[in-house]
């Protein structure tokens, strides 16, 4: 998997929680220009962690603030698993 396949997958994640914009997110979107809470962050974690077969702890969501951030973040999880 590559970054490109996982931020299609956020954008299409964060399209189903009806996250305005979310077709139009770019890796340096942050969180809050999409207007998303921590409530749709966690229901995007889940669908990432189901999808891809990770497991993303609370403490590695801290520094997660833009969409390019969780991205990598996916992509570094499922290399480590992998």
Sequence with gaps: MDEG???????????????????TATMDTTWEELDVDSLDLVELVQSLE?????????EQLKGVKTV??????????SSATA
């Design 50 to 58: 189901d999808e891809y077969g990770v497991r993303i702890e609370d």
């Design 5 to 23: 396949q996982v931020l299609e997958l956020v954008r299409a994640k964060l399209d189903e929680i009806k996250v305005e914009n979310a077709s």
């Design 68 to 77: 390019g951030d969780a991205v990598r973040l996916v992509v570094a999880q």
